[in-house]
């Protein structure tokens, strides 16, 4: 009689379970980090959504034409340098997806040029639409790598 044989001990959890968290946490950790990159944050504060060791690989782009990788002194470099160059900017996420350690996100950038830098003229607003790949280690960004298409200006 088949309702006799006892079900089969459970050794292990599904891999879901012990998963998910964590994803829920990075997405929500990815929004925080997209928020703090619209106001502007710098310095500790922005050191602090990554690794000690994070490296970001930015694509080839119109600014970057062949490219650039970046550890975290040059992050952070970067980031009070575009605070002398850009203001008014404004980031919307798009969509943005999990698995794992890995989050991925579409954007929508836009921001308005603070002071004459090269052929770009004070108050040109320029938009952008940006793919960014994070990878997570504990529970920080120890890898990005973001795609930035931007639009004519």
Not at 33 to 40: H, K, S, W
Not at 87 to 107: F, K, T, Y
Not at 123 to 135: P, Q, S
Request: charged content about 25%.
């Amino acid at each position: 009689m088949l309702t006799d044989i006892p079900d089969p001990p459970v050794s292990n959890p599904l891999p879901q379970a012990t998963t998910m968290p964590a994803t829920v946490d990075h997405l929500d950790h990815a929004h925080r980090y997209v928020a703090a990159l619209a106001a502007g944050v710098t310095g500790d504060a922005l050191a602090d959504f990554f690794t000690p060791d994070a490296v970001v690989t930015e694509l080839p782009n119109r600014f970057t034409p062949h490219g650039a990788r970046r550890e975290l002194p040059e992050i952070l470099a970067g980031a009070e340098r575009g605070q002398r160059y850009v203001r008014d900017q404004a980031w919307r996420v798009l969509s943005a997806v999990a698995e794992g350690d890995r989050v991925a996100m579409e954007l929508d950038w836009a921001g308005t040029v603070a002071e004459d830098v090269g052929a770009l003229a004070a108050g040109t607003r320029m938009r952008a639409h940006v793919a960014i790949f994070l990878d997570y280690r504990g529970g920080k960004i120890a890898a990005q790598r973001h795609y930035d298409c931007y639009e004519p200006f």
